[in-house]
Nanobody
Framework: VQLQASGGGLVQAGGCLRL?????????????MGWYRQAPGKQRDVVAV???????NCADSVKGRFTISRDNAKNTVYLQMNSLKPEDTAVYYC?????????WGQGTLVTVSS
């Protein structure tokens, strides 16, 4: 299984970005996909997750600003990020989980300038 993330970049505070992550390979149809981020010198934290049935959760720090969605037919998860803040600067990683399997994407850098 491989995950290919894209969409990161440099944006000014208040701006928006949309991240995409496509999973390929032998993927069980019932799964959870999500986005995590790791800022320099900090641990990797969950940003938002969404299951194949559409239920979702997100971190309090991004509620009202970020929206996670997915296209099950394409095994792709998206993260729409609005009203970006400098503290959102991090490497963003996508992840897919089902039963005992757990795969990570390579990460995409999001930099928000003040």
């Amino acid at each position: 299984v491989q995950l290919q993330a894209s969409g990161g970049g440099l944006v000014q505070a208040g701006g928006c970005l949309r991240l995409s992550c496509a999973a390929s390979g032998s993927i069980f149809s019932t799964n959870v996909m999500g986005w995590y981020r790791q800022a320099p010198g900090k641990q990797r934290d969950v940003v938002a997750v969404i299951s194949s049935d559409g239920s979702r959760n997100c971190a309090d720090s991004v509620k009202g600003r970020f929206t996670i969605s997915r296209d099950n037919a394409k095994n792709t998860v998206y993260l729409q990020m609005n009203s970006l803040k400098p503290e959102d600067t991090a490497v963003y990683y996508c992840r897919i989980i089902w039963t005992m399997y757990n795969y990570w994407g390579q990460g995409t850098l999001v930099t928000v300038s003040s």
